[in-house]
């Protein structure tokens, strides 16, 4: 079963719209606009309970932009250094 990730990684028609969309100035404005609007309608509040759903609720916006940003990028492995010496029997 694919995730959705490798599903859009797979549509490469998909993943160059997704890209397209992601790296334009109205999109960055927007998306932060978007989450200044969240910190804005968050509560004023000393109850830890409400504080801390709100801390939640801005995390998670948070996150979902990231995945939505990053979903269609093909995922890299970094490169290996290998350096010293790797004889172990010297």
């Known amino acids: ?3 959705p990730r490798q599903i859009v990684l797979k ?3 998909l993943a160059e719209d997704q890209r397209s969309l992601v790296v334009g100035q109205t999109f960055d404005t ?3 606009l ?3 609007q969240l910190l804005d309608e968050t509560p004023d509040t000393t109850d830890p ?3 801390a759903a709100a801390y939640h609720r801005l995390m998670g ?3 979902y932009l990231r995945m ?3 979903i269609a990028e093909p995922i890299t492995q970094p490169p290996v250094s290998v350096t010293g010496n790797l ?3 010297a």
């Open 49 to 51: 309970v409400v504080a």
């Open 1 to 3: 079963m694919l995730s």
């Open 87 to 89: 004889n172990h029997k």
């Open 68 to 70: 939505l940003v990053t």
């Open 34 to 36: 978007s989450l200044l």
């Open 61 to 63: 916006a948070r996150s």
């Open 11 to 13: 549509n490469t028609v």
């Open 30 to 32: 927007v998306s932060k």
